[in-house]
């Protein structure tokens, strides 16, 4: 017997798309009125609704919880980071939802002292972010940031080490923080009007250790980037020499340099930006390392003396078939990522130089055979011969590695542990191509039970495709409980992600963005015919931008999925560009387009999901929304969930279509802050998942026991 929700139709006759309906609103707009007091009574309303939709399936999600809990480690003890004077590590207590920062002096182990405990600060707080966390170089003082309501906006705290008090400096900053190298000096962030980080400034701190005391100084403004298209980023090379100010907006940016030891010094920009470059810098005494695409659309990299004579070397030219995603520059040489276009795989490089900047070696680094995620871990020291890296797979969970340079050993120091009857080797993962409209192959990774691989499976279709974010391998302890149930997991890596590359994410944006609802759709039917996924068992899942990806999808082919969860989606995409005066607008215009511009308008209004929403058409949908998202307003998601709502009203072949929208009243766009919050409400989407794939079975086996935390 089927777990079955309430009969829909009951629950439409009092829906609020009819309660709240204004005649002379159709699309819904008002409820942008933030301080209308009806809109909170809408959103509560469809809260209540979602509520008790959701009722008879609350013991499968306490079912989903708990093995999630019975799986995972709970009590979680991060790598210890030698720094030049402690050594640093995070606990996370077995019932707790934030970690707790320890520290002990590098030659006394056993002096293990407390110095940051975010659990407690989190106490008083429905909702806490940290923003960034940043140690003095002298190890003595402690500075970051945290948002307390989610609309990521953020205060600035100070306290001396181990044991002073919190003491608030700023108020209404962004969240980026970086010391300078004279240990007094701060580096910061503001926002403008539409929350941009538009400015980078300079905090000089009065700090008195024998008091623990700090105060301002002086504060004075560093750098302000006045073209609305641009935001500003902080950082520090790991040489100590240099403190970096970036301007950049999704194509173009421009880096600024000020000497670390001396940060009163005006900043110097190291080259002046022009549209459509990009340029990223990093430092070896006597040398800066440029990765640029200035005629080399896959990024190449070039060395110039530091004196800036003017004449660059090509260290690593441009290649059709890989791209140069980022470098980190030691005493020794370089680490360089490159991404392959063909495999859509990130490999390491490592390069070694004389005295004389001769390249003495140039080697991949070792790593587990693919497709995986690889990462170059936390590497403090500007001369260590010791690497950490760290690597997922969507079949094996995080995995961290010392790699010693000199003797070529590589050593596991960390696997995320797993509990409970479903082991990596159980499961089975492939990648599939998928060809789209214009022939183009496009990867789709799937994963699921090794006993049910050649079957044709229930399956949940997930997306990104914006960016140039790519969707790498990744481990989930929560999509165990869905696995455990018959689901095969697939993604699809569209093109406007960077899983193949810089080319990959120019042909999925502006006038190509329709390439990524094609490649989407492709990578359904691509699983259906390879008898991976039954056809109608499919659920398409997208969040944020991958809200969008799955928007559009179902305008146009809805009777491809079964049903779709959308997280915090961006589906009314031609009104929210249309508004500079929205957090992130302007900065998004060489995204998706400047609708100031009329081709662009008319191309973005071709695919905005609010836009050309087949109403009669959307399979079961649950929609959810935060009240404190500055990326995504709350109101994007509501729009659609009332539109839908009134069309199952106005349909009786629709009164018994599922429409739900869950707002989050107290978080912001990346969702709730604590652990056990956040795997709840996770719990409840895969709920309905397994719902909508006709896996809600009362007769559900049960996770194994466990002592669940009281959340």
């Not at 709970?74 to 970690?99: F, K, Q």
């Not at 608030?168 to 004279?182: F, H, K, Q, R, V």
């Not at 004389?354 to 070792?366: E, V």
């Amino acid at each position: 017997m089927k777990a079955q929700p309430p009969n829909a139709t009951a629950a439409t006759q009092a829906a609020p798309a009819t309660t709240y309906l204004r005649q002379d609103d159709a699309a819904w707009h008002w409820l942008e009125e933030r301080d209308e007091p009806a809109v909170r009574g809408f959103l509560d309303a469809a809260n209540t609704q979602t509520d008790q939709w959701f009722r008879p399936l609350d013991p499968l999600v306490e079912r989903l919880y708990a093995g999630h809990l019975a799986r995972r480690e709970l009590a979680v003890t991060g790598l210890p980071s030698r720094l030049d004077h402690y050594t640093l590590w995070s606990e996370t207590a077995a019932d707790a939802d934030y970690p707790v920062w320890w520290r002990h002096p590098n030659d006394a182990p056993d002096q293990r002292e407390t110095f940051f405990d975010l659990e407690a600060r989190a106490r008083e707080q429905s909702f806490l972010e940290l923003g960034d966390m940043a140690l003095s170089p002298n190890e003595e003082w402690l500075a970051w940031t945290e948002d307390t309501q989610g609309d990521e906006t953020y205060r600035l705290f100070i306290k001396r080490l181990p044991n002073g008090q919190a003491i608030p400096l700023l108020d209404d900053i962004g969240p980026e923080l970086c010391w300078a190298e004279d240990r007094c000096t701060l580096l910061f962030t503001r926002y403008d009007a539409t929350q941009r980080p538009d400015s980078a400034w300079r905090l000089r701190l009065a700090l008195n250790i024998a008091d623990a005391t700090a105060s301002v100084e002086q504060e004075q403004l560093v750098l302000r980037e006045d073209d609305p298209e641009f935001w500003i980023g902080l950082g520090k090379t790991r040489s100590r020499a240099w403190l970096t100010i970036e301007a950049a907006s999704k194509d173009t940016s421009e880096t600024h340099v000020v000497p670390a030891h001396t940060p009163h010094v005006a900043p110097r920009c190291y080259q002046v930006r022009e549209t459509g470059v990009e340029y990223a810098i990093d430092h070896r005494p006597g040398y800066f390392y440029i990765l640029h695409n200035q005629g080399a659309k896959h990024f190449q990299l070039e060395v110039e003396e530091e004196h800036r004579s003017g004449s660059r070397q090509v260290v690593i030219g441009h290649r059709e078939n890989s791209t140069l995603e980022g470098i980190d520059a030691y005493a020794w040489g370089l680490v360089v990522a490159e991404r392959d276009h063909r495999e859509a795989q990130v490999r390491l490089r490592r390069l070694e130089f004389d005295g004389d900047h001769r390249l003495t070696l140039d080697a991949a680094l070792p790593c587990s055979p693919g497709p995986l995620s690889l990462n170059l871990g936390d590497s403090p020291h500007f001369d260590d011969r010791v690497l950490r890296l760290r690597e997922e797979s969507f079949c094996s969970p995080s995995s961290w590695w010392s790699l010693d340079l000199d003797s070529g050993q590589r050593q596991l120091l960390k696997r995320q542990p797993l509990h409970g009857d479903l082991m990596p080797e159980d499961l089975s993962c492939r990648r599939l191509w998928a060809v789209s409209h214009d022939g183009e192959q496009v990867p789709v990774s799937v994963v699921c039970r090794k006993d049910l691989a050649d079957q044709a499976l229930p399956t949940l279709l997930y997306g990104y495709g914006a960016y140039g974010e790519a969707l790498d391998p990744w481990f989930s302890v929560a999509r165990l409980e869905l696995l455990a149930r018959g689901v095969a997991f697939a993604v699809a890596h569209v093109r406007g992600g960077g899983e193949r590359g810089e080319p990959w994410y120019l042909a999925g944006k502006l006038e190509h963005k329709p390439n990524s609802f094609e490649d989407f759709l492709a990578a359904r039917d691509a699983l259906v015919d390879a008898g991976q996924s039954a056809p109608d068992r499919i659920v398409a899942y997208g969040a944020s931008a991958g809200g969008l990806l799955v928007g559009a999808s179902l305008n146009q082919s809805p009777q491809a999925f079964c049903a779709a969860v959308l997280d915090v989606p961006f589906v009314d995409v031609l009104r929210t560009m249309e508004n500079p005066d929205l957090p992130l607008t302007t900065a998004e215009y060489t995204e998706w387009g400047n609708p100031n511009h009329a081709a662009d308008a008319r191309r973005i209004g071709s695919y905005s999901p609010l836009d050309n929403l087949q109403e009669d058409a959307w399979p079961p949908v649950f929609l959810q929304g935060s009240w404190h998202d500055s990326r995504v307003p709350y109101w994007e998601p509501a729009k659609l969930y009332a539109r839908l709502s009134l069309a199952n009203i106005a349909s009786p072949a629709l009164s018994n279509r599922v429409t739900l929208l869950k707002t989050d009243m107290d978080s912001g766009h990346g969702g709730a802050s604590g652990r056990f919050k956040a795997w709840r409400d996770g719990a409840q989407q895969d709920a309905f998942i397994l719902w909508a794939l006709g896996l809600a079975d009362e007769g559900d086996s049960p996770a194994p026991t466990t002592d669940t935390p009281a959340r």
